[in-house]
């Protein structure tokens, strides 16, 4: 049964020449997963958010959205449930239809306790205290956080912060649940358990769920619809494995679908029908799907055949690394908050001319920590940090962006941090302005600044979108603008805080090879992400932080081939026979070799 139609919606944003929604026709049925996919600005963000009036971006709507939910309400309902125009819908049937949970849960807590958190939105709308207290426990023993109500939601990790958040809106009991990118700042484990949780509220609760998401190795399996966008229009709509069949399986798509398609593209007519009309979309199905492949027979070990991509590092071996120049060193970095428990303890490592290096690890290790030592927002407790050969000790050396009157230091001369939330480097009301402004005061003349500023558009992919004001770009180009705006400075060392967050599939290529060019050109990266496939693809060396140290320092390959969890779902589906394989497309040829011999 219907309960949300998108008819002929259009909309435009203020001054800006093109639809970020084109003719959007849609319908959403009562009780569905709906996942929205697609690549980024391509309207995913504004499409659900015309479903919230309270954050709805300014500009002009056409066409029409009809709600089916409230045939309860005679004012609306004509005995034929014919639905109302969504903005006929009063503020509290709106308070509970719809919640909302984004991308960043800190920028969504609004008190300092876990218990009145889940409070806050049944406080502003009147509910007695005795529901209250019914639906607190209730919501606290279906997700399993009695323990947490009397902390202090700062003292939580960003995937409790995340699952409090998810609490304190179902605990409003919302007909649908609308999400953009909730797990984009959640590292692997958090992120699998945070979607379990929304698989729990679908299939338990029977509540609708609308989610906005770039990394579909987990979610794409959960959905029981899939919208693809693509510039501002629906591209195509259906199950799971019959839009996966319209994209052509392209990259991007879960891991195991294109592994299993590749494969059977290359054996041609040979494969038994169950392989064909049953493709895998998560990991357990993927390993399945070799087991028939492959009869159960044991694989050659990978160390005989080995594979070649294109799109990945070459391996360097640890020994060839440490012939090279060190950029950055830290030894024994100690810091707490507040005299309270170390967040760093003993943290050493070091990074090298022309390194990408990727760190990753769970949410609350002290990776964000680190990076803010190392840009000067924070000063150590004990240790040292060296930086181009020399230590350093204060924000005297540190790049300033202006502020308005409130500078921000970004890193040492030489050294520029890319923050996790792009907009802290945002100033300006355009897009042009946001580059030129780096640029002010710098020893160019006017036409050198403009065409530094077209080749950054060009190079960053915003070409076209120089008078659009900054947060009304999505949350993947306001990553990549923030960047161009780092890269204007030439830095020589650049710190990057999930970078690729917000990115689609081909935009993190795309800036995974920018920063694979600009090492080559001996510029050195620190990357914290938990963005694996992005590190198994790009990253020189990987690092595993836990518990304020650094645990486990690796080569890529031999880093995530050792590893259960923190590794690709490539390698997850296929190391019972290629236990060496990280990226999809070395599956694909080793499964092609062993099948041929």
């Known amino acids: 049964m219907a309960l949300i139609r998108f008819e002929n919606v259009n909309f435009t944003y203020p001054g800006a020449e093109n639809k970020a929604l084109d003719n959007i026709n849609i319908e959403i049925n009562d009780g569905d997963f709906v996942l929205i996919c697609g ?37 609306v309902y004509d005995g034929q449930n014919k639905g109302c125009d969504l903005d006929e819908l009063s503020p509290r049937d709106l308070a509970r239809t719809f919640g ?57 990790s960003g995937g409790e912060m995340q699952m409090v958040h998810l609490a304190a809106v179902m605990v409003m009991e919302p007909r649908v649940l609308i999400l953009d990118e909730p797990t984009g700042q959640l590292d692997p484990l958090a992120a699998r358990n945070f979607l379990d949780m929304l698989a729990r509220i679908n299939q338990e609760l029977g509540t609708t769920i609308i989610l906005v998401e770039h990394h579909l190795e987990e979610a794409y399996a959960m959905a029981d619809m899939v919208v693809a966008m693509d510039e501002a229009s629906v591209k195509c709509v259906g199950n799971p494995r019959d839009v996966a069949g319209e994209l052509g399986f392209r990259a991007g798509l879960p891991s195991a679908l294109i592994i299993a398609k590749s494969v059977l593209d290359g054996a041609g007519e040979k494969m038994p029908v169950n392989l064909i009309d049953d493709l895998p979309l998560n990991v357990a199905e993927g390993q399945k799907w070799l087991r028939r492949l492959f009869h159960e027979r044991t694989s050659r070990s990978t160390h005989e055949m080995v594979a070649h991509t294109a799109d990945r590092q070459d391996d360097v071996s640890i020994d060839q690394i440490q012939t090279w120049d060190v950029v950055l060193k830290t030894q024994e970095l100690c810091f707490a908050y507040d005299e309270g428990k170390a967040v760093l303890q003993d943290c050493s490592f070091s990074i090298f001319r022309g390194e990408i290096f990727t760190l990753l690890g769970g949410n609350g290790t002290g990776k964000s920590t680190l990076l803010k030592l190392l840009s000067t927002t924070l000063k150590p407790a004990y240790g040292t940090i060296e930086v181009l050969g020399r230590k350093l000790g204060g924000f005297k050396d540190s790049i300033q962006l202006k502020r308005k009157g409130d500078k921000t230091p970004l890193g040492y001369e030489g050294m520029v941090l890319l923050p996790q939330d792009p907009m802290a480097l945002f100033t300006e009301i355009t897009v042009w302005d946001e580059l030129k402004e780096v640029l002010d005061g710098l020893p160019y003349s006017f036409d050198e600044k403009n065409g530094l ?4 558009l060009e190079q960053i992919r915003l070409t076209g979108y120089e008078k659009r004001h900054p947060y009304d770009l999505s949350g993947g180009q306001q990553q990549m603008l923030a960047i161009g705006k780092l890269l204007l400075l030439k830095p020589r060392i650049i710190l990057m805080d999930e970078p690729t967050k917000g990115l689609d599939y081909d935009r993190k290529i795309a800036l995974g090879h920018m920063i694979a060019e600009l090492a080559s050109e001996g510029i050195s990266f620190l990357i914290v992400s938990h963005d694996i496939e992005f590190a198994a693809r790009f990253a020189h060396r990987c690092g595993l932080m836990h518990d304020g140290r650094i645990v486990a320092v690796d080569r890529a390959k031999s880093f995530f081939a050792g590893n259960s969890f923190f590794t690709t779902a490539a390698n997850r589906m296929a190391r019972r026979y290629f236990p060496e394989a990280i990226l999809p497309e070395e599956v694909i040829e080793l499964c092609k070799k062993e099948l041929v011999e």
């Open 39 to 75: 690549p980024s600005g391509c309207g995913k963000t504004t499409l659900i958010k015309q479903l919230l009036p309270e954050i709805c971006p300014y500009g002009h709507r056409e066409g029409r959205i009809v709600y089916y939910g409230l045939a309860h309400n005679p004012d």
């Open 453 to 456: 500023i077209a080749g950054m």
């Open 100 to 156: 909302f949970v984004g991308q960043n849960p800190q920028n969504q807590m609004v008190t300092d306790k876990v218990w009145h958190e889940l409070a806050f939105g049944m406080e502003n709308i009147g509910t007695s205290q005795e529901i209250m207290e019914r639906r607190i426990a209730e919501i606290c023993e279906f997700f399993g956080m009695q323990s947490w109500l009397n902390k202090d939601v700062a003292s939580l």
